[in-house]
């Protein structure tokens, strides 16, 4: 077992950090005030992605990607972690969902998606439907040789700027031993399509500028050719390529943690009280130790079930560990960095307020803490049957 990154993969982490360091961090305060990315910003962001030949890092060189592996990937992830998501949204990872694009749609989405021309938002959420995708209102019917869909979804990040939308919809009803259970099919549908219409979400308390909307499906007709995958096949796709990224979430909980770390270590060594920098004191000092020990923990075990991937190891429970541990540490991790600041920590002067809000969303989105213990438990008792 060896532990250490090769060249090229310390190469990518410099290369990256670097790039959030003179790219992103200039632009933050901007963002976090007014709530906007400014349009050229996103535009010359993405435009030194492309240069740098980091775009769709999580994309295979057959579809022009840059070929990393998971791991590799997580470490791109890791560094944009400490970046806001507003800005570092920009450094375009489209869905690897669209690597199930067949025939046309080859052309029409995933590569343009890959060549950072086209954006792409992923929409399953609905308001009656979260946790449980399968509870999911919105549907499509037959209606001649087209779909029709209705109902509608929210809390879709970064709709308002995508040029075209993989949207799960209800497509039938399977009756099952276990009662009823609805049948998904996944659809690709471009912005501007008659009866889709995006618009305005909530305002969050996390990543501000980072937006989400709310899609209404009025009798929106699609054609057979926009469907992703199979006709009701929706799972096998969502299984198959959205399994992983809830690596992203704990890498870039990991990275974040690391920037709030660095912060909260130089406070408690300049700030002075009683005569002595804080960090003097035990109660400050063993903080700190613990903040370092939690998220080494969340590194080694988010890189680990990436490593898993790599190797074509069962990840599934090990990814949901290091979801809910990593997201849950750096809860931990801002908090205690925002008590190591003092009232400092909660005024807008530092960027501390901002990582301590930013960090809630990350144990509810791409499957709550609940949901991953739930996936973790069940993989453990499944193999005994209960
Ligand atoms: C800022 C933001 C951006 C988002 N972006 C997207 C996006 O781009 N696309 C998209 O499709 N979705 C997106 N989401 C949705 C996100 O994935 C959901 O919010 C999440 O899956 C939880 O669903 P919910 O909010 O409806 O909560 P619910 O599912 O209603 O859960 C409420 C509470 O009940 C708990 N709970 C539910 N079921 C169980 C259970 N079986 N056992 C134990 N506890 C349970 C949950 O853990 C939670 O604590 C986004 C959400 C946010 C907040």
Not at 171 to 195: A, M, N, Q, S
Not at 211 to 239: H, P, T
Request: hydrophobic letters at 40%; one cysteine or more.
């Amino acid at each position: 077992m060896r532990f250490g990154l090769s060249d090229e993969q310390e190469m990518i982490v410099s290369t990256v950090r670097s790039f959030v360091e003179n790219e992103i961090y200039p632009h933050e305060a901007l963002v976090e005030k007014t709530g906007e990315v400014p349009q050229e910003v996103a535009q010359e962001i993405k435009q030194k992605v492309i240069d740098l030949g980091f775009y769709a890092s999580n994309f295979p060189e057959s579809v022009g990607g840059p070929g990393l592996s998971h791991l590799e990937f997580a470490l791109v992830e890791r560094e944009l972690g400490r970046g806001s998501m507003a800005l570092t949204h920009f450094f375009g990872r489209p869905q690897n969902i669209l690597m199930a694009c067949q025939g046309e749609q080859i052309e029409k989405y995933l590569m343009p998606a890959v060549r950072g021309e086209r954006m792409d938002a992923l929409a399953m959420t609905e308001p009656d439907a979260g946790s449980d995708v399968r509870g999911m209102k919105c549907t499509a019917t037959r209606d001649g040789g087209d779909w029709v869909i209705n109902g509608s979804k929210h809390f879709i990040s970064g709709a308002d700027h995508a040029d075209f939308f993989i949207v799960f919809v209800a497509t039938g009803v399977d009756e099952t031993p276990k009662g009823p259970k609805k049948r998904i099919t996944c659809f690709l549908v471009d912005r501007g399509t008659p009866g889709f219409e995006v618009a305005k979400g909530y305002n969050s308390v996390s990543h501000r500028g980072y937006k989400n909307c709310i899609l209404y499906f009025d009798n929106c007709r699609l054609s057979d050719a926009q469907v992703l995958g199979e006709v009701d096949g929706g799972f096998a796709v969502m299984n198959e390529w959205l399994y992983a990224t809830r690596i992203t979430v704990a890498t870039m909980s990991v990275g974040r943690a690391r920037r709030v770390f660095d912060h909260a270590v130089q406070y408690a060594a300049e700030r002075k009280q009683f005569g002595q920098s804080i960090g003097k004191f035990q109660g400050v000092s063993f903080q700190i130790a613990d903040m370092i020990t939690e998220i080494d923990a969340a590194d080694y075990l988010t890189l680990a079930s990436a490593w898993r991937l790599d190797e074509g190891l069962p990840a599934n429970r090990e990814i949901a560990s290091a979801k809910v541990y990593a997201s849950e540490m750096l809860a931990r991790v801002t908090d205690a960095a925002l008590q190591i600041h003092g009232g400092m920590g909660l005024m807008d002067e530092l960027p501390i307020e901002r990582f301590w809000r930013d960090a809630r969303v990350e144990r509810i989105w791409d499957g709550t803490s609940e949901i991953q213990r739930h996936i973790i438990s069940r993989e453990i008792f499944r193999p005994l049957g209960a």
